[in-house]
T-cell receptor, first 117, second 115 residues
Framework: EAQVTQNPRYLITVTGKKLTVTCSQN?????MSWYRQDPGLGLRQIYY???????DKGDVPEGYKVSRKEKRNFPLILESPSPNQTSLYFC????????????????FGEGSRLTVL | DQQVKQNSPSLSVQEGRISILNCDYT??????FLWYKKYPAEGPTFLIS?????DKNEDGRFTVFLNKSAKHLSLHIVPSQPGDSAVYFC??????????????FGAGTRLAVHP
């Protein structure tokens, strides 16, 4: 079954304690991305990756790091979490659509709800 | 500056009637528009899309209309069913270098369909 898998699904942590949210996709997608969802703000992009070892900042990258050492995995790292990073996080992937064509459809994971106390 | 706006945070519709969800955008360079549906405790799932060169796309009970001059699109659900109750996100596709896509999402509209 084609899917994007995130872990953990739920996490409560304290300010300053480093954590990693893992993301893995089994569709051989080149493009992967992290979003956070907050009330009234929709889905905002944190970081994205066009391929292995190629990553770039999205719209709200402050306080986050990512890595893309393998095509299937794209972990999100919070080095020193703060309460304003309490949010619902989604990992997503899609095919590379060079030259146009297709819809740019993103496939999302089920989400990781993070609470930072 | 929100490039994609969904001005109605919620919508309540009776079962069997039409649901109309609206979305406005500001960037005329967007080339594709997508609607995603999200149930609680699940990730968003793709619902329907439309290219900027079209003004209508239909898929079963779901139809998306695009008015480029007004920079406005809408999703029509006819007839609405209780299982359609979810949050609907409008998204617009912009282009990054190298042919990759960036989706910019609206804030979402929560649809409640009552029996």
């Amino acid at each position: 079954e084609a899917q994007v898998t995130q872990n953990p699904r739920y996490l409560i942590t304290v300010t300053g304690k480093k954590l990693t949210v893992t993301c893995s996709q089994n569709m051989n997608h080149e493009y992967m991305s992290w979003y956070r969802q907050d009330p009234g703000l929709g889905l905002r992009q944190i970081y994205y990756s066009m391929n292995v070892e190629v990553t770039d900042k999205g719209d709200v990258p402050e306080g986050y790091k990512v890595s893309r050492k393998e095509k299937r995995n794209f972990p999100l790292i919070l080095e020193s979490p703060s309460p304003n990073q309490t949010s619902l996080y989604f990992c997503a992937s899609s095919l590379r659509l060079a030259g146009g064509g297709g819809t740019g459809e993103l496939f999302f994971g089920e989400g990781s709800r993070l609470t930072v106390l | 500056d929100q490039q994609v706006k969904q001005n109605s945070p919620s919508l309540s519709v009776q079962e069997g009637r039409i649901s109309i969800l609206n979305c406005d955008y500001t960037n005329s360079m967007f080339d594709y528009f997508l609607w995603y549906k999200k149930y609680p405790a699940e990730g968003p799932t793709f619902l329907i899309s439309i290219s900027s060169i079209k003004d209508k796309n239909e898929d079963g009970r779901f139809t998306v209309f695009l008015n480029k001059s007004a920079k406005h699109l809408s999703l029509h659900i006819v007839p609405s069913q209780p299982g359609d109750s979810a949050v609907y996100f409008c998204a617009a596709r912009g282009r990054l270098s190298g042919g990759y896509n960036k989706l910019i999402f609206g804030a979402g509209t929560r649809l409640a369909v009552h029996p």
